[in-house]
């Protein structure tokens, strides 16, 4: 059975870089692609990105400038780096595992094993 | 930045039926891309509920079920338990984003 662990820095300031990881435990790491959502307090679900395992990435417009998600298929596990935190960065970050048939754009792609959620917050 | 619109809230007694609707645009639900439904138990992550617009991944009880039409989707939950008293959010792909988006949420209550 497909576990994931996370962790990663969960207190920042303003203007710091958020950087956190995911591990991916009993199962494989190829054939998929490996998903980061976030959820500020209170509010609802927002898609941030994911890679797989070749290091192909998609990333949410809202965010591009700010974020980058990596690979490492040694370890089987991908990290999220998101630059110039503020407040409004403040959220549960969950990682995922993507999962669908054929390529990514069909549509058909969803997250079918969740971490447990990492609470990150931003404050001077 | 959801573009997936949810009721805020739903409610229903015991044994009851409820549907939460989701409504996209043509470039995501109405494009003909797949909804995903998750549950998500206060303070825990949440989980895949209903993919590819009706399955249900084993181990989730046949009361959940998911349909799909035009540029909405909906989930119906039948024969309603005090355990079924969650957040629960649709998702699917989006064109204009070339990703997923995620519905705006809709807490289900049991009277």
């Known amino acids: 059975q497909v576990q994931l662990q996370q962790w990663g820095a969960g207190l920042l300031k303003p203007s710091e870089t958020l950087s956190l990881t995911c591990a991916v435990y009993?199962?494989?790491?190829?054939?998929?692609?490996w998903s980061w959502i976030r959820q500020p307090p209170g509010k609802g679900l927002e898609w941030i990105g994911e890679?797989?395992?070749?290091?192909?990435?998609n990333y949410n417009p809202s965010l591009k400038s700010r974020v980058t998600i990596s690979v490492d298929t040694s370890k089987n596990q991908f990290s999220l780096k998101l630059s110039s935190v503020t407040a409004a960065d403040t959220a549960v970050y969950y990682c995922?595992?993507?999962?669908?048939?054929?390529?990514?754009?069909?549509?058909?792609?969803?997250?079918?094993?969740w971490g447990k959620g990492t609470t990150v917050t931003v404050s001077s | 930045q959801s573009v997936l619109t949810q009721p805020p809230s739903v409610s229903g007694a015991p044994g009851q039926r409820v549907t939460i609707s989701c409504t996209g645009s043509?470039?995501?639900?109405?494009?003909?891309?797949?909804v995903h439904w998750y549950q998500q138990l206060p303070g825990t992550a949440p989980k895949l509920l209903i993919y590819?617009?009706?399955n249900r991944p084993s181990g989730v009880p046949d009361r959940f079920s998911g349909s799909k039409s035009g540029t909405s989707a909906s989930l119906a939950i039948s024969g309603l338990q005090a355990e079924d008293e969650a957040d629960y959010y649709c998702?699917?792909?989006?064109?204009?984003?070339?990703?997923?988006?995620f519905g705006t949420g809709t807490k289900v209550t049991v009277l």
């Open positions: 043509s470039s995501n639900i109405g494009a003909g891309y797949d």
């Open positions: 009993g199962g494989s790491f190829s054939g998929y692609y």
């Open positions: 995922a595992r993507l999962r669908g048939r054929g390529y990514y754009g069909s549509g058909s792609y969803h997250m079918d094993v």
């Open positions: 998702q699917s792909y989006d064109s204009s984003l070339s990703g997923s988006v």
């Open positions: 890679i797989n395992h070749s290091g192909s990435t």
């Open positions: 590819g617009n009706s």
